[in-house]
């Protein structure tokens, strides 16, 4: 069965902290991860995926197949990063599950 | 201008009635989605659509009801047998068969009083 899960419901950092937001996974076939974003009164969308191995607003992803995880990060966070966060996997069966979120709080 | 529309953004029912959401694209996708959205929950599959005219369950089909005999069309009805109907609804498209990138609506929610 493919799973998400994101540990954190809240993480809560100041401007300029170094960010990781934690995601693992649980998939017997050969995952595809993705972390989409939701701001304040927009809608959910595409943050990045690991295929493209990019980074986007700072942000970067890692797929560890040995850890099982995709964790995002950012070295130094920015208010207008405060949003939700949503781990999501992909693969052969063609439907995407997403992790319960995190929400980021970035202090002033 | 192109995207996702869903309709109606707020919605009242009574315990007992079937409710039906529509969910409309313009992009020319082949794949739509059906996600409930609750507090600490995340978003949960509902059903999704890979082309005209076939759906699969998700992980809480139970109590829902969909169909796609358009491309641009696929509406979700929540029955009176969803035992918890109270929530946030998130319709979503893509343009790859293997998972790709969603295209979200601004969602529907849902009251039942």
């Known amino acids: 069965a493919q799973r998400v899960t994101q540990p954190e419901k809240l993480l809560s950092v100041f401007k300029g902290a170094p960010v990781e937001l934690k995601c693992n996974y649980s998939y017997s076939g050969s995952p595809e991860l993705f972390w989409y974003v939701q701001y304040s009164r927009q809608r959910l969308q595409l943050l990045l995926r690991h295929i493209s191995r990019e980074s986007i607003k700072g942000f970067t992803a890692d797929l560890n197949k040995g850890e099982t995880s995709f964790h995002l990060k950012k070295p130094f966070a920015q208010e207008e990063d405060s949003a939700m966060y949503y781990c999501?996997?992909?693969?052969?069966?063609?439907?995407?599950?997403f992790g319960t979120g995190t929400l980021l709080a970035v202090q002033p | 201008d192109g995207g996702i529309t869903q309709s109606p953004k707020y919605l009242f029912r009574k315990e007992g009635q079937n409710v039906t959401l529509s969910c409309e694209q313009n992009l020319n996708h082949d794949a739509m989605y059906w996600y409930r959205q609750d507090p600490g929950q995340g978003l949960r599959l509902i059903y999704y659509s890979q082309i005209v005219n076939d759906f699969q369950k998700g992980d809480i089909a139970e109590g829902y009801s969909v169909s796609r005999e358009k491309k641009e069309s696929f509406p979700l009805t929540v029955t009176s047998a969803q035992k918890n109907p109270t929530a946030f609804y998130l319709c979503?498209?893509?343009?790859?068969?293997?998972?790709?990138?969603?295209?979200f609506g601004e969602g529907s929610r849902l009251t039942v009083l």
């Open positions: 979503a498209s893509s343009s790859d068969r293997v998972t790709g990138e969603l295209f």
């Open positions: 999501a996997l992909g693969g052969a069966t063609n439907k995407l599950i």
